[in-house]
């Protein structure tokens, strides 16, 4: 029991199902939610996650298993491709009974984020459109908790156009390291098409148009963080290519621009919090 729940833990992909739903109820903070609002406004969030990654793992098993992913629970026999698929549906269902806790139409926007990333999951994973789902869940993101406020609001532009590009940036950083076993399995999203660097290029782009928005964004003028955090975003970009370039040099992975994407990212999510109640 105590393994296939660890399992069940590996395959929700713990990172992001961790960080989305943190930044939600932050950002639910910063846009002035009731403290017992952000309960169920985390938790409809959690459960919309959970149900992605399971189901991502449940989709890919047979792939998973031909390359041979350690890091993958069903793979390595640690968790049953059935319970994976039984606790997705619970995940949908749960989605779907806790997001209106908050109001209906912020719940049917979380409806409409998770369907458009299940749908990433399969069928849009291995075609040129595979960073639509990222631009329609990002984006909806701050949809979802500004229409959580009372009388459901609808966000600023500027806000929903920062989540999309830090969205869009996420799935090319996302998919890099896993590049070549994609390849191997035929899956073609739009990064395999663009290739290491073309996606690398088109991360940085996204992250770094989610930062412009950011700062210019908001009513008024430019804030003292956003223009700090504009110029960091720059330098650790420039910092990190510079490194990449002379790691395959001399023979190495250019690791060092993945991570500077990873860095903007948090840039980008920061900048997101601060200017939160900037609507």
Do not use: C
Not at 52 to 79: E, F, H, M, S, Y
Not at 103 to 115: A, E, F, H, P
Not at 185 to 198: D, F, I, M, S
């Amino acid at each position: 029991m105590r393994r296939t729940l660890l399992g069940l833990i590996r395959a929700t992909h713990p990172e992001p199902a961790v960080a989305v739903p943190a930044v939600t109820v932050l950002l639910g903070a910063a846009v002035g939610i009731a403290p017992a609002h952000l309960v169920p406004l985390g938790a409809a969030m959690l459960a919309a996650h959970l149900a992605i990654g399971w189901a991502n793992d449940w989709l890919d098993a047979p792939r998973d298993a031909a390359v041979g992913r350690t890091d993958k629970p069903i793979a390595t026999g640690q968790v049953s491709r059935r319970a994976v698929g039984v606790a997705t549906l619970l995940a949908i269902v749960a989605t779907v009974l806790i997001g209106p806790l908050n109001g209906w139409r912020s719940g049917l926007t979380l409806d409409i984020s998770l369907t458009s990333a299940l749908l990433y999951n399969w069928p849009l994973k291995a075609t040129a459109a595979s960073v639509l789902p990222y631009l329609v869940s990002f984006g909806l993101l701050p949809a979802y908790v500004v229409q959580a406020l009372p009388g459901a609001p609808l966000p600023p532009a500027w806000m929903v156009a920062a989540g999309a590009l830090l969205g869009a940036g996420a799935h090319f950083a996302n998919v890099l390291p896993d590049l070549d076993d994609d390849e191997r399995t035929g899956v073609r999203g739009l990064p395999h098409r663009l290739g290491r660097t073309g996606s690398l290029i088109a991360g940085a782009a996204g992250l770094l148009g989610a930062t412009a928005v950011l700062v210019f964004g908001p009513p008024g003028a430019p804030s003292p963080l956003g223009i700090a955090g504009a110029a960091l975003a720059v330098a650790v970009l420039i910092t990190g290519w510079y490194l990449a370039r002379s790691a395959v040099a001399r023979g190495g992975r250019p690791v060092a621009i993945f991570r500077a994407v990873l860095i903007l990212a948090v840039i980008d999510v920061v900048l997101l919090l601060a200017n939160g109640s900037a609507r």
